[in-house]
């Protein structure tokens, strides 16, 4: 295999509180190939913004991240540890080699400057360059998103523009300066269902065009389904399966994953025989996580005597697969 | 108009007689606002050619004397013409305006910005000085720093811009705080964006409206306090015609010649509330649930 574009090591992030210190990630490894599509999947809290948020190093006091490595190799083919840049280091590599985009396009857009301004600035602050040439680039990739009369856009202000208009244009912002690789946390989740596809698609056809690699967050499994090269799911603040996005959609050994394979509503699934079916309960209060599996008090092939007492280590159960429970032989979908 | 008429429907359930004059000039406020406030200055531009007098020339023969067409406001003891002296004493209060509110403006923008901005126990001490401050009602608190600096025009304007800085420094930091935390900025971050930078184009441009109404509220009651400092001595010097001056003069004839107090008071009465009628009408057109 070869050397991956970024590669995590050991990431915790941790914040302090007046109850306490709170672990939004524990202990957590993954990493993405060039071009590679990595969906990382969990409910709210499962620490999956937390971790991309570390990765951009934009977790602000008073959060902590500890880590071993955030290895990411930049455009000339030079490994740097993102962990040990220093702000304006990091500053460099935030837009230009490494972008992102948010769940909410209604207010990820400064409301009191123009479209165009805010990519130009995003231009310029990477790429030194006339304002007739930023601009030049701004209505190119407004026209590669597909946003119709995209010179005249350029001079709107967010207010005026539609939801899926807007998410457009803060991927513009992220895509302008062609980073190497892209964070969308959940950024379809705002969005209406059409307007979702649109996006994804555009991502996935962006991705082709510029060969960047992705790493998608959300909480939908559709969504993972559909754009997925790999899948890492993750719960209460760890990696609990990770594999190629076929193995885990055509076997998976977590009870977890299948509980949320099985609250998927889907079309016609008949209402009347049966409620769909929901995991129990809810995720754990981190700080009072349970003994034991983190998941034991919800899951259904949980073993007393067994889940309750051993924390399960992430196993290989196949090829590049792999999952944390302890029964997972025993675990069929 | 269909507004118009909700507006009586529910107005005239009082049946009081104030309610139609109340909605009359509720819906022309801003417009009288505007009116008093161009007024003033019109005024100050215009007062050495508007004034029939030099103001301050005395004329002893015609002191004290009512208004009358030669003498609009009448004269003071010694015979100055009080119509030419309210005119140039704008100029003190529009030139207190900008000297004081502009210091506070300046000052306590710096300080919410940092504060807001950098926070930790930078924030903590600002924030305490800024209590300390606050914990003194506005007039003692400028009487002390005019004590200490010694009693002039300048002095009771600086003194002003130190008293209403804390206002400003909170309003800032407020609005720092809620503007740093929100998802725009996290996205100015995101695509590489400085601190620097982000305090400067992200931040400020979206915090200044509440601070443009806060400096039109406060040009009022800068106007008011400079006149306060001047009446009790301790601002501008006679014979200056600040309006503050000219009311400690005529407070002690007011009971011979009520005109001497009472234009000036007028005057400084017209600029309060074309200030405040006017930030009233600016708070409600920055108000976020009306923009469209």
């Known amino acids: ?144 998103l597909g946003v119709p009369d995209p010179r ?175 029964r997972w032989r025993e675990v069929r979908a | 108009m269909s507004a118009a008429a909700q507006d009586i429907g529910s107005g005239g359930a009082a049946g009081s007689w104030s309610a139609p004059l109340r909605r009359t000039l509720r819906r022309h406020e801003a417009k009288l606002g505007i009116a008093l406030t161009l007024i003033f200055l019109v005024m100050t531009v215009a007062a050495p050619l508007m004034a029939p007098f030099d103001p301050y020339d005395q004329d002893l023969s015609s002191a004290l004397q009512p208004p009358s067409f030669l003498h609009l406001f009448g004269t003071d003891q010694y015979g100055r013409d009080m119509f030419s002296r309210v005119l140039h004493g704008s100029r003190t209060a529009l030139l207190a305006i900008i000297v004081a509110d502009g210091l506070a403006l300046a000052l306590g923008s710096a300080l919410g910005l940092i504060g807001g901005f950098i926070g930790g126990a930078v924030d903590a001490v600002v924030m305490r000085l800024v209590d300390v401050l606050l914990a003194f009602p506005y007039l003692l608190l400028a009487l002390i720093i005019v004590a200490a600096l010694g009693p002039s025009l300048t002095n009771s304007m600086i003194a002003i811009g130190i008293v209403y800085t804390p206002q400003y420094a909170r309003l800032i930091r407020g609005q720092v705080l809620s503007i740093r935390a929100s998802d725009y900025v996290r996205a100015a971050r ?21 601070v443009i109404v806060m400096a039109t509220l406060q040009a009022g009651s800068v106007v008011v306090e400079t006149a306060g400092l001047s009446f009790l001595g301790l601002g501008a010097q006679p014979p200056s015609p600040d309006w503050g001056a000219l009311l400690a003069d005529g407070h002690s004839y007011f009971l011979t010649a009520w005109w001497i107090a009472t234009f000036p008071g007028l005057a400084i009465f017209c600029v309060v509330l074309g200030f405040n009628l006017v930030g009233d009408a600016l708070r409600e057109q920055f108000d976020p649930r009306r923009r469209k």
């Open chain 1, 1 to 144: 295999m070869k050397a991956p574009l970024l590669e995590v090591r050991g990431l915790t992030v941790s914040f302090r509180t007046e109850e306490g210190e709170i672990v939004a990630v524990d202990d957590l490894y993954f990493s993405v190939g060039r071009g590679e599509t990595l969906v990382i999947v969990g409910e709210s809290g499962s620490g999956k913004s937390a971790a991309s948020l570390a990765v951009m190093g934009l977790i602000d006091a008073p959060g902590k991240v500890r880590c071993e490595a955030i290895d990411f190799s930049d455009k000339s083919g030079r490994k740097r540890d993102l962990s040990r840049l220093a702000e304006a280091e990091m500053q460099r590599i935030r837009g230009a080699e490494i972008a992102m985009i948010f769940q909410e396009p209604m207010t990820s857009l400064n409301p009191v400057y123009t479209i165009g301004e805010q990519i130009i600035e995003a231009i310029t602050f990477h790429e030194p360059m006339s304002g007739r040439a930023a601009r030049g680039r701004a209505e190119e990739m407004l026209a590669l």
């Open chain 1, 152 to 326: 005249r856009r350029l001079d709107a202000y967010p207010h005026q523009l539609s939801g899926g208009m807007r998410q457009r244009a803060m991927i513009g912002m992220a895509l302008s300066c062609r980073p190497s690789l892209l964070i969308a946390d959940e950024p379809t989740t705002a969005l209406d269902v059409t307007v979702q596809a649109q996006i994804l698609e555009l991502i996935r056809g962006l991705q082709r065009e510029l060969g960047m690699a992705v790493i998608f967050i959300t909480h939908n499994l559709g969504v993972a389904a559909e754009i997925a090269d790999r899948i890492m799911v993750m719960y209460a603040g760890q990696a609990v399966e990770s594999g190629p996005c076929r193995a885990i959609f055509r076997g998976t050994h977590l009870p977890y994953t299948i509980g949320l394979m099985r609250s998927v509503p889907r079309l016609g699934l008949d209402r009347s025989a049966a409620p769909l079916p929901a995991i129990p309960g809810n995720m754990p209060d981190p700080r009072r996580l349970p003994r034991g599996c983190r998941f034991h008090p919800r899951c259904s092939f949980a073993e007393p005597g067994l889940c309750d007492l051993q924390a399960p280590p992430l196993e290989s159960c196949g090829d590049n697969h792999q999952v944390r429970c302890l």
């Open chain 2, 190 to 210: 995101a695509v590489g964006a400085s601190q620097l930078r982000i305090m400067l184009r992200h931040v400020l441009p979206n915090a200044v409206n509440p």
